[in-house]
């Protein structure tokens, strides 16, 4: 007994000499910690360990940092040695509770190690840590020991909750450890980035509801580390966000975060407080989400939320959002199917990727699914609510509004549904097709309704009725878009203009009745359109005139009809082949359309001017040219047989080659033998 006594003081003696030596041993040890070879590594970590324990423990500062250099070491033995000194620390030091909140990241660290034998001795050790813990502070925890020992309510599936002495000491050291994670996240090296981000949700499981009094800071360091370039950290720290929806109430995180969404601090990255929002309420429990569904669609909805950055990540990002509410929530979207059919809808109205406006697409259709709906039922549940919300603003919009565009995606993907809203419609429509409204703006959405009217029966005309509105439409946006002014700008307004008015004029939504009460203004702006500098507005000019003569050509007066043809003539010789082409075409529909009221006798200067142009146009140097004047003088030449026959003979010995010539006269002496047997 005496002898153990002896030792014990002898150790006590030795205690104190080595106390006084200690000091001295930690700079050489620190100097050669970083030696090329990893044997002589570990074993100068070992004997840190020991020099630290029997030291005075002052010593700890200056080796802490050397240490957790050591975790990022190639060696796993090195990283090993470093976890089981810390360990060793945690467990053995004198004044570890000075030290545990500058020791616990280190050990936690090593929790997510990327080799199994170190993350099971990290866990091992912690465990007993922990147990340790709760034994010295058995009185102080008492009382907590039963509420603290039951899981709470939506604890993460698959993970093995840490015991109360572990949580205890991470809860009472958190909020000293969150300004060192904060610094560290945002170091220059990406291996500290990662584990940083990698420690972050290992306390998070630890804080657990205790996360809310530190969410501020912590939301300020996830919006930070979200827009690191480096994948792994965005994903580490996504973890720790959804870490914040399962263990914070969600009045208490979104009093803060929706704040954030409608005002990001950082101009770069907007889109960070959205982006871990999603995280957040991914992690979050239905049923407690629920009761806040309305308050976080309506501020997606808000303008300065959904239609403020155009990003592609920003809108990824909101897409998440809605995505997210959509899954958790499912059949309870329904009372907020209006606002994120909006959200969506501008997603796809201002995506420049293809990717994402699919996507976009594709939660549209599942907002229509969860409700038991098609996507045109979807819509028409809330096409009237959404023309409101476009008509509100209307007065405003320019090129660069994105209700244009949300209407041009809510137009398009209703089809037929639109069909039943023309009341609410043809006001929007006439608004923004206003002569003096913005030009690029006028020319986007004539260009969206020459589609539409193109397929008027699956669209506009699905229910009949856009006949009781087209004249409206014709008289008071189409013509005055058609009115010549001076610019490239307001020319190509008018070429977009007569795309629409043929659409109109194809896709039968226009009865002939209707179109007869305003030819007399119609016609001369179409005319005029002959004239254009653009190919494109000419040859709309030929086609839409060929389109209302087929219409109303035989019930147009003579005075009408002898207004049309000298503007095709004319085009006869223009610059394109396919102007001259679609003009000739027209002319011939003229000549089909005149009827027995079309007196030949009292009308011969204006037959004779035409077959004098069209005779020329026989001997014209394009041979596929001469065919289609030949036919078209054939099929017209029953108007006037004797005077197209003055004309033909007269010139025939004048043209390069008779051939056409001679086979036009042949057709017009067999119709008179015809007639003559008749």
Not at 381 to 403: C, K, R
Not at 405 to 424: A, D, K, R, T, Y
Not at 468 to 496: I, M, Q
Request: glycine content about 4%.
């Amino acid at each position: 007994m005496a002898a153990a006594g002896d030792q014990h003081a002898a150790s006590e003696v030795l205690r104190e000499h080595f106390h006084m030596q200690a000091e001295s041993l930690v700079k050489p040890l620190m100097q050669t910690i970083t030696h090329q070879h990893s044997r002589v590594r570990v074993s100068v970590i070992e004997a840190t360990g020991a020099v630290v324990q029997h030291g005075s423990g002052k010593n700890v500062d200056d080796v802490l940092s050397h240490l957790a250099q050591r975790l990022f070491d190639d060696s796993p033995q090195v990283r090993k040695a470093v976890t089981a000194v810390v360990g060793d620390w945690l467990l053995n030091m004198r004044d570890r509770y000075s030290y545990f909140h500058k020791l616990i990241p280190l050990l936690l660290s090593s929790i997510s190690d990327e080799i199994p034998e170190i993350r099971l001795l990290a866990a091992d050790l912690w465990r007993q840590v922990g147990l340790q813990w709760e034994k010295e502070n058995e009185d102080d925890i008492k009382d907590k020991m039963d509420f603290l020992l039951c899981p709470p309510p939506h604890y993460p599936p698959g993970v093995e909750r840490p015991g109360l002495g572990c949580r205890e000491l991470v809860v009472r050291n958190l909020g000293r450890l969150i300004p060192a994670i904060a610094h560290d996240v945002t170091d220059w090296l990406v291996p500290t980035r990662v584990q940083t981000s990698q420690l972050l949700s290992v306390l998070l499981l630890h804080a657990e509801d205790h996360t809310t009094q530190h969410l501020q800071p912590l939301l300020a360091m996830l919006y930070r580390a979200c827009s690191d370039t480096e994948r792994d950290v965005v994903n580490n720290c996504l973890a720790a966000a959804k870490l914040i929806g399962t263990f914070v109430p969600p009045p208490v995180f979104l009093k803060l975060m929706l704040e954030h969404v409608t005002a990001p601090s950082s101009p770069s990255h907007p889109w960070t407080p959205l982006m871990v929002l999603a995280a957040v309420l991914g992690g979050g429990s239905k049923p407690l989400l629920k009761p806040h569904l309305q308050q976080v669609a309506d501020t997606l909805v808000q303008p300065e939320v959904c239609q403020e950055y155009q990003q592609v990540m920003y809108l990824e990002q909101l897409l998440a959002c809605v995505d997210v509410l959509l899954r958790q929530c499912e059949s309870d979207c329904g009372s907020n199917s209006l606002q994120l059919l909006q959200v969506l809808v501008t997603i796809q109205s201002l995506s420049t990727a293809p990717q994402l406006s699919a996507k976009a697409l594709e939660s549209v259709h599942f907002l229509s699914r969860v409700q038991g709906l098609d996507l045109l039922e979807l819509y028409r549940q809330h096409m009237g609510q959404l023309l409101d919300w476009l008509s509100a603003s209307v007065n405003t919009w320019s090129s660069y509004s994105p209700q244009r565009l949300q209407l041009h995606i809510i137009l398009m993907q209703s089809g037929p549904v639109i069909g039943e809203f023309l009341n609410q419609l043809m006001p929007l429509l006439h608004t923004c097709l206003q002569p003096n409204r913005d030009t690029e703006m006028r020319m986007s959405v004539f260009t969206m309704l020459a589609k539409l009217l193109l397929d008027a029966k699956n669209t506009l005309d699905s229910q009949g009725h856009f006949c009781d509105e087209s004249e409206k439409f014709l008289s008071d946006v189409l013509l005055p878009n058609l009115v010549w002014h001076a610019g490239r700008t307001a020319a190509a307004v008018r070429t977009s203009a007569l795309s629409c008015l043929l659409a109109l004029l194809h896709g039968g939504a226009v009865t002939p009745g209707q179109l007869l009460c305003l030819e007399e203004k119609l016609s001369p702006l179409v005319l005029s359109a002959l004239e254009e500098d653009s190919q494109t507005s000419r040859l709309l000019a030929c086609r839409s005139l060929s389109a209302t003569l087929q219409l109303i050509g035989t019930s147009l007066h003579h005075e009408a009809l002898n207004k049309i043809y000298p503007g095709l003539l004319k085009r006869l010789d223009d610059s394109s082949e396919e102007v001259r082409s679609v003009a000739l075409q027209a002319v011939g529909l003229w000549l089909s359309s005149l009827t027995t009221d079309y007196s030949p006798e009292l009308c011969a200067p204006h037959l004779q001017l035409l077959f004098q142009q069209l005779l020329l146009h026989l001997d014209d140097p394009d041979s596929s040219m001469q065919d289609q004047v030949l036919e078209v003088l054939k099929e017209g030449s029953s108007v006037h047989p004797s005077l197209l026959q003055r004309e033909a003979e007269a010139v025939r010995d004048k043209q390069r080659s008779p051939l056409h010539c001679d086979l036009l006269l042949q057709h017009i002496s067999s119709l008179r033998t015809e007639t003559s047997h008749h």
